[in-house]
């Protein structure tokens, strides 16, 4: 495991906001350039291909370079910067915050400013994105020139790999850094392995705000079936729900079955939970009333692409740092592994009838 995490501490730790997702891009190249044909398409989403015994069928991986991130949308007479959401927010998680603002000529940090208690009224309305702003040791506008930022500047939390009683992994970005992990060492495990079949590892861009890179990457890799590696939200939190978790840390690989963009086919899930039984991969299953993936734009491409959303749960998702445990994320790899050894045309083929 210990490769796996170097590849999880890299990816959390790299800057990669919608529209910033070169960094992660360049690691994803760095792993699979030796054994695969790289492509971009006209968004920035990488596509590595693999062939295996078979041109077909065409199985896409995607996973998202991006995380929540930032731009700068403003600048204060008094040298604070303001911001725009890239990706869902809660504004009351971000006063106090370290920022990374990445410039053309370099990083510098930024802290989101915080109203100490004293001087807060007692009745506060709810915090608005457009209300914060970022502190970046500047006075004037000058100041923020001189530093070199200005505006459509984006930024990032800045948080840092740590381990919780060994297996909860600590950072940012787990959203969608621990499926963009997953596609990495389920193509490296098969590297040397035939499969009946050609993958196409897809590293989207823009998912964030809106599914764009996806849905200009499905164009390109033009599959026959998906499957979506996420990094959802956990629901495993005392009080949330008083039904039992669909997304917990540490009880496996959670197989999406419904959100409000996507309806995954019965034989295609089915067919999956069995394949997870007979290969002793821990699992579970969830019917999401909220949120969305890249299978909102892949599913619908070329008539309908079957399309399968496997994920690890993030604890705290879309907030300045996550939970992710190291079994859920080694059960999305064996799945994704198990896949990608089974599926043959003659198996697409009961599964689309």
Partial sequence: MSNALDLLRRLSDSFGPPGGEAPVARIVEEYLSPFCRM????????????????QSPRLMLAAHLDEVGFMVQGVTAQGYLRLQALGGWEPSLLPGRRLQIQTATGSLEGIVAAVPFHFRPEAKKDIKIEDLLV??????????????????????????????NNDYLVNK???????????????????????????????????????????????????????????PPADDLPGLSQDPPQGALGK????????????????????????????????????????????????????????????????????????????????????????IETLDAERLAALSA
């Fill in 39 to 54: 492509d971009r398409d006209g968004l920035g989403s990488l596509v590595a291909e693999k062939t295996g015994q078979d």
């Fill in 135 to 164: 502190d970046i040791g500047a006075a004037s506008i000058s100041e923020v020139q001189a530093l070199g930022v200005c505006l459509g500047d984006l930024a990032v939390p800045r948080s840092g790999f740590a381990t919780l």
């Fill in 173 to 231: 970005a787990w959203d969608d850094r621990v499926g963009v992990a997953a596609m990495i060492l389920a193509l490296q495990r098969l590297r040397e392995q035939p499969h009946p079949n050609t993958v196409l590892a897809v590293g989207t861009v823009q998912e964030e705000v809106g599914c764009r890179g996806a849905t200009t990457a499905v164009e390109a890799a033009k599959p026959d079936i998906a499957i979506v590696l996420e990094g």
């Fill in 252 to 339: 496996g690989v959670q197989i999406r079955l419904f959100d409000p963009t996507v309806i995954v086919p019965q034989k295609l899930w089915r067919w999956t939970v069995e394949l997870a039984q007979q290969r002793h991969i821990p699992y579970q299953l969830a019917v999401r009333r909220g949120g969305a993936t890249d299978a909102r734009a892949i599913h619908l491409a070329h008539g309908g692409v079957p399309t399968l959303v496997l994920g690890a749960p993030v604890r705290y998702a879309h907030s300045p740092v996550g939970i992710i445990h190291r079994q859920d994320f080694a059960a999305m790899v064996e799945l994704t592994v198990a896949i």
